[in-house]
């Protein structure tokens, strides 16, 4: 496109750095609302993103079948109503073509193309002391020296790739699901491998299981699965859920997941006949409104945990039928709702059709790749053409520590969250002042969480916190100690009592060896922790020390307005419904 920003490369690190007063990394939802935010106070700023367009998630994510399983009604900005009801949606869960396509057409309605710099991987980002601005260094060689350092790189945009020795031998098509290739693939006929049934791997294996010669799936993990119901959209349906603009605009931020559903109903006061009626009302939404909104119990209670999962498992028996399929298909191990819990069409009828086989790996894991395709521990090989890995990202922390990223002192991000993984409320990290993150750990945006709002609510906290210091001429701003240390109780006091962390997941780290365990998400509600990021705001940003620009040496003390409260509510929200 004529207006897509391309830096002039052409000498490298001669050229003098360009100096902004904030750059955003990412490109997806919550850097292009950062963008709009910053420019709009008036900042010189500009995002960069390694794509060839905007999208983040939705740009990468283009493998068959890829789609919201939030609803696109609530996938939205809701800053704007014109710019909400200005586009309309087909259907109640829209695919990623229409997504990319809406993605588009917010970058255009908002004029962001002329400050979005494509085509680029910002390799480093150092904090200078003396100045208080970031050093930043892309993969052509160019320095950016700004002020602000904001990053919008996704909670799951760092794929993992290199989980099985061998893959460069293997001599047929290789396609890893979070690096799907724009161009067609062409599976008529083709015997295709597919390792990982999470979320993506189930909607890649539904989709395109009909058009291949023969599928083998490879299972670890067993999914529990809910049916989605996915009616396409006339304009009568249009206009109605546009009608609900204003009462979307103050539903979303306040609910337990940032969904419009919300958990209305008490495990303990409900009949066991009543329990049943619910569940199977709930059901029939064909939506994540089971996992998300139908007893908080689930979240904390043993028992209850396992009379909603065997709910679920019963359901999935019915459509399996085979014993065998059902063994390898249905958790057993663990509670439903305590992992992700992926919306799907047909995927279980999947596995009856005669060209679809599965293997489960669980005792008897992926040794190696070959150059015909996987081997296994006890030595059997399976030949493929196309081999697609549904293999998951290293969650929440992944984007950054791929950037080399050093606060004050030389610091390190990477090192520092090798150990410990910390944040001050998912939107600053003690020792790297200036820095501002989105959908990083410690915050509902890094995984339970209708992501537009989540990130929405990021993105604006942070664009008034930097207004806030532009406003009181102050220059640096970075979490204390106590702060994060605070925050880091809390965050762990709400998330003890539950189920979550007592599994194995990508929401604890698991899936990545030798990741630091602790729950990537905040799991005390959407609303909850909104109202306290407002209240920190409102308190002038207690925990914050802010000071004038430049070195530190000399300077007046920082002005802060010291921690949280210590009053905490060591209990998720939905615990007290």
């Excluded at 100045?131 to 892309?138: A, L, P, S, V």
């Excluded at 996915?230 to 009608?243: D, G, L, M």
């Excluded at 001050?424 to 200036?434: I, S």
Aim: hydrophobic letters at 35%; proline letters at 5%.
């Amino acid at each position: 496109m004529d207006d897509i920003v391309t830096l002039n490369t052409t000498s490298g690190a001669s050229e003098a750095p360009l100096k902004l007063d904030a750059a955003v990394i990412g490109a997806g939802v919550a850097g292009l609302y950062e963008l709009h935010l910053l420019r709009s106070q008036g900042l010189n700023v500009k995002a960069f993103d390694a794509a060839s367009d905007v999208g983040g998630t939705w740009y990468w994510n283009r493998y068959p079948g890829a789609r919201f399983d939030s609803e696109g009604f609530i996938y939205q900005y809701l800053f704007s109503e014109d710019l909400y009801k200005g586009w309309s949606w087909s259907e109640k869960f829209p695919g990623q073509p229409e997504i990319e396509r809406w993605m588009h057409y917010v970058a255009d309605r908002l004029d962001l193309r002329k400050d979005i710099v494509f085509n680029t991987t910002i390799k480093s980002a150092h904090f200078n002391e003396e100045t208080g601005r970031w050093t930043i260094t892309t993969d052509k060689g160019q320095v950016i020296d700004a002020q602000f350092l904001v990053t919008c790189c996704g909670m799951l945009s760092a794929p993992l790739t290199s989980l099985f020795p061998g893959q460069e031998t293997f001599k047929g098509q290789l396609i890893y699901t979070a690096r799907w290739p724009k161009e067609p693939v062409d599976f008529a006929g083709k015997r295709v491998g597919v390792v990982g049934i999470g979320a993506t791997g189930i909607q890649v294996i539904q989709t395109t299981a009909p058009k291949v010669g023969h599928m083998t799936v490879f299972v670890r993990t067993p999914q529990y699965v809910l049916p989605m119901k996915n009616p396409k959209y006339t304009a009568v349906e249009q206009e109605a859920y546009k009608s609900k603009f204003e009462w979307f605009t103050k539903r979303l931020p306040h609910t337990f997941t940032g969904f419009e559903h919300d958990f209305e109903n008490v495990w303990a006061e409900c009949s066991p006949e009543r329990r049943r009626e619910i569940l199977e009302d709930i059901w029939e939404d064909g939506s994540l409104k089971l996992w998300l909104a139908s007893f908080a119990e689930l979240f904390f209670d043993e028992a209850v945990s396992e009379e909603i999962s065997e709910f679920v498992r019963e359901k999935m028996r019915a459509r399996l039928k085979d014993p065998r399929l059902c063994d390898i298909l249905i958790p057993k191990d663990y509670g439903f709702g305590t992992h992700r819990v992926p919306l799907e069409v047909g995927f279980l009828e999947t596995f009856l059709r005669p060209n679809v086989d599965v293997v489960s790996v669980k005792d008897n894991p992926i040794e190696r790749v070959t150059a015909r395709g996987l081997k296994l521990k006890d030595g059997a090989e399976h030949e493929f053409d196309i081999l697609i890995f549904a293999t998951g990202f290293d969650a929440g922390t992944g984007a950054l520590t791929r950037i080399d990223i050093r606060g004050r002192d030389g610091r390190s991000l990477k090192e520092d969250w090798s150990r410990d993984i910390r944040t001050t409320m998912g939107l600053q990290v003690h020792g790297y002042p200036n820095l501002f993150t989105t959908a990083a750990p410690l915050a509902p945006s890094a995984a339970l969480c209708n992501m537009t709002t989540c990130l929405q609510q990021q993105a604006e906290w942070i664009s008034n916190c930097i207004r806030h210091m532009r406003d009181h001429s102050l220059s640096v701003c970075e979490p204390t100690m106590e702060m994060e240390d605070q925050w880091i109780e809390h965050h762990e006091q709400t998330a003890a009592p539950t189920l979550v962390v007592k599994t194995n997941s990508w929401y604890m780290g698991s899936n990545v060896e030798g990741k630091p365990r602790r729950l990537l998400s905040y799991i005390g509600g959407v609303g909850a922790y909104r109202q306290k990021c407002d209240d920190v705001a409102a308190s002038g940003y207690a925990g914050f020390a802010m000071r004038e620009g430049g070195s530190s040496r000399d300077k007046p003390a920082p002005k802060q307005a010291g921690g949280m409260s210590s009053t905490t509510d060591a209990r998720v929200a939905a615990g007290a419904y």
